[in-house]
């Protein structure tokens, strides 16, 4: 995925139907928008920079992962299988992002009050006890479909694609305006490129 | 904590810079820091009490290690009906393999008449090798996790091992003092205070190195030093875990303890070993997800990294 920072105007749009189509729990964000500040005064810049799994090639949650539940897939998405994730939340303490959660017990937005049937049914997929992270929307993916945050940008600050073709559009954008990645000195080979502000 | 309160604490930490780490010190993650800590402990007892040839030891090793740091373990996972599924892929869980090799080994070993015998001998090496994956186990865990660089300093596995060992040397001290002159006390209390002033070095050590491994080691270096855990590090992990077991040990040395005293020494030590690990593994904080923004670059002619 490609990230354009010039493009995004920092609207939580992505946040927001991140949450809706996976309807997860409160207190969890797969997708989020930090406020950032560049330079120093007067020459101050203020930007958005939208994070998210960042589906690193040298995935340290893949190789830490005492169960196999965490796997990185051909097509370069990491994905956590729920029905073998032990909890043991080793992933969380080695992910230099911040992108995955864990929740030990089910929290709701009105204590006393329980889910709504909304939120019961969308609940319902997100046991408790167990560590969830963004796949890309991959329901969507592997129907054809962009992933969620991407379809819903109002200002196409994000291009999915395959990174591997280079005529797509993602290999363009990367290659006609150079990209950075987060935290490069880290090592895991992040596969979201940012264009920069 | 209320369900809100958690959630507006996680909230708040997703935008700070430096984010702590509270997934295993926090609630139920403190039985992580417990587990490594019982871990150490039993491995380092059935270490000694080999060395020693003290029977009882050997059977104090397998229960601390076995109900203790492996139940422990258990009680943090979210899904423990799952842990199977941990033992089923050694080569990624070096403590459940490590727990399973130290206890099938020491298990067979003490059991009568098998001690003498080749069987014997070779579930020694067994257990043997199991205690050398829990020691190392508990130091790598965290080693590996460039995210946190506190974490992140190649001593910290020995930091870990000479707690661990120490730890194993208190036990016994607190054993000897309840059952009496069992075994070469003087020479434990020797061993101890060895393992106690070379502990204090590495841990001095460390924390040198912490000062130099960039930001966030230093700031968890100031949390610990002068922040929120200064208590804990000042009270328990010196005072408790470094001044009194040398100071009452180099006396020992000389004169010799009484028992009230050498259980004193044991304990004392014991607390200090909890509170290294509970400080170490509290101080964490993550690296900064944006410091300064990198240059764009050009990754044309590159092969595509994903």
Request: charged letters at 15%.
């Given at each position: ?66 169960t ?39 929290w ?54 395959d990174l ?5 559009e ?28 | ?8 604490q ?22 992580v ?15 000694f ?53 130290f206890l ?12 003498d015998?080749t ?105 610990l ?10 009270a ?40 290294v ?30």
């Open positions: 995925m490609v990230i354009d920072l010039k493009r995004c105007i920092g609207c939580h749009a992505c946040q927001i139907v991140c949450k809706a189509e996976n309807g997860t729990r409160p207190g969890t964000l797969w997708a989020r928008v930090l406020k950032q500040e560049l330079g120093t005064f007067p020459n101050v810049r203020r930007f958005s920079l939208p994070l998210l799994c960042q589906h690193c090639r040298l995935a340290p949650c893949v190789e830490v992962c005492p196999g539940a965490t796997q990185k897939r051909a097509d370069g998405i990491v994905t956590v299988d729920p029905d073998k994730c032990v909890g043991c939340r080793y992933c969380l303490m080695v992910c230099p992002f911040g992108s995955r959660s864990y929740q030990a017990e089910e709701t937005y009105f204590p006393g009050d329980g889910d709504n049937p909304y939120e019961a049914i969308a609940y319902a997929g997100h046991p408790t006890g167990i560590v969830e992270k963004c796949d890309f929307c991959l329901s969507r993916v592997e129907r054809g479909l962009q992933p969620a945050c991407v379809a819903a940008c109002p200002v196409k600050a994000r291009t999915f694609g591997h073709d280079r005529q797509s993602v290999s363009r954008l990367v290659d006609e305006r150079g990209a950075f990645r987060l935290r490069e000195e880290v090592g895991t080979c992040p596969s979201i490129f940012y264009l920069s502000p | 904590m209320s369900s809100i309160d958690a959630l507006d996680r909230l708040q930490d997703l935008m700070l810079p430096y984010r702590p780490q509270r997934e295993w010190i926090e609630g139920r993650g403190l039985l820091v417990v587990a490594h800590f019982f871990s150490g402990i039993g491995a380092g007892v059935w270490l009490s080999l060395a020693l040839d003290y029977d009882a030891g050997l059977i104090i090793g397998i229960v601390v290690t076995a109900v203790l740091a492996g139940g422990a373990h258990l009680a943090f996972l979210g899904r423990w009906q799952r842990f199977w599924r941990m033992i089923l892929r050694p080569h990624s869980s070096w403590v459940s393999l490590g727990i399973a090799l099938a080994g020491a298990i067979l070993y003490v059991l009568p008449g098998v001690r015998t069987f014997g001998s070779a579930m020694l090496v067994v257990s043997i090798l199991g205690v050398a994956l829990v020691l190392l186990h508990k130091g790598f865990v965290y080693l590996v996790s460039k995210a946190i660089p506190f974490w992140n300093i190649s001593l910290l596995p020995f930091l870990y091992i000479a707690y661990a060992l120490r730890g194993g040397a208190a036990v016994l001290l607190v054993a000897a003092a309840a059952a009496g002159e069992v075994f070469d006390i003087d020479l434990l209390e020797a061993i101890k205070l060895w393992v106690v002033v070379s502990s204090a070095v590495l841990l001095l050590l460390y924390l040198a190195l912490a000062n130099n491994a960039g930001p966030a080691a230093k700031r968890s270096l100031q949390e030093v002068a922040g929120r855990l200064s208590p804990a590090f000042y328990g992990t010196i005072f408790l875990g470094l001044v009194i077991p040398i100071v009452l040990g180099a006396i020992g040395s000389t004169t010799g303890l009484w028992r009230g005293l050498l259980a004193f020494v044991g304990l004392s030590s014991l607390a200090g070993d909890f509170f690990q509970y400080c170490i593994v509290k101080a964490g904080i993550y690296l900064p997800i944006v410091g300064e923004l990198p240059p764009a670059r050009s990754y044309r002619g590159r092969p595509r990294l994903f």
